[in-house]
């Protein structure tokens, strides 16, 4: 079964870091790009960040350029993103997606979702 | 960076309905467009890719048109289970945007 697992979730001031994973079984990880997506409660959507299967892009969204690292590990099947200077906002579930280029990048599996909460 | 307006953000509707439900992007997206359902607490899943390509298991009541700027997705015939938040996405360039979301609800 192909599945993706979210983990690393949790409370966390501001101003802190924390390091989410997303574990990948199934299929063949280092032939996908994956992505990280994010839905703060009661709201909408918005991609945070995108890395190549070979680890040679990565992009990132305005509102976490500079704190966030997205990286993987294809010989572990997983997939990260460390977050540092946390702030408020950055408070949502956050789901990790894998693209698959046949679908022009389309997100086609997707994990359960970890929840990151910035509060003090 | 690309925006995604869907229009409504929310609609009513009954079983049996024909609902549809459109996205514009700010500038051309050509086909990279997708769309996504989500069930409250869920994550979400792909409905329809590239426009208008029907992801597998996915029912054929459900259909995707549209390229460049200008996208819709149709829901045949509304079921009980497709109450949800619709969304789309474009993956033409990054940002990643999505749209908003319409929330589609019981009348």
């Known amino acids: 079964e192909v599945q993706l697992v979210e983990s690393g979730g949790g409370l966390v001031q501001p101003g802190g870091s924390l390091r989410l994973s997303c574990a990948a079984s199934?299929?063949?990880?280092?032939?996908?790009?994956m992505n990280w997506v994010r839905q703060a409660p009661g709201k909408g959507l918005e991609w945070v960040s995108y890395i190549s299967s070979s680890s040679s892009s990565t992009y990132y969204a305005d509102s976490v350029k500079g704190r966030f690292t997205i990286s993987r590990d294809n010989a572990e099947n997983s997939l990260y993103l460390e977050m540092n200077s946390l702030r408020a906002e950055d408070t949502a579930v956050y789901y990790c997606?894998?693209?698959?280029?046949?679908?022009?990048?389309?997100?086609?599996?997707w994990g359960q979702g970890t929840t990151v909460t910035v509060a003090s | 960076d690309i925006q995604m307006t869907q229009s409504p953000s929310s609609l009513s509707a009954s079983v049996g309905d024909r609902v549809t439900i459109t996205c514009r992007a700010s500038?051309?997206?050509?086909?990279?467009l997708h769309w996504y359902q989500q069930k409250p607490g869920k994550a979400p899943k792909l409905l329809i890719y590239?426009?208008?390509s029907l992801q597998s298991g996915v029912p054929s009541r459900f259909s995707g048109s549209g390229s460049g700027t200008d996208f819709t997705l149709t829901i045949s015939s509304l079921q009980p289970q497709d109450f949800a938040t619709y969304y789309c996405?474009?993956?033409?360039?990054?940002?990643?945007?999505f749209g908003q979301g319409t929330k589609v609800e019981i009348k």
């Open positions: 500038q051309s997206v050509s086909s990279y």
């Open positions: 590239t426009a208008s």
């Open positions: 997606a894998r693209a698959w280029y046949q679908l022009l990048n389309a997100l086609d599996v």
């Open positions: 199934g299929f063949t990880f280092s032939s996908y790009s």
């Open positions: 996405q474009q993956s033409y360039s990054t940002p990643r945007t």
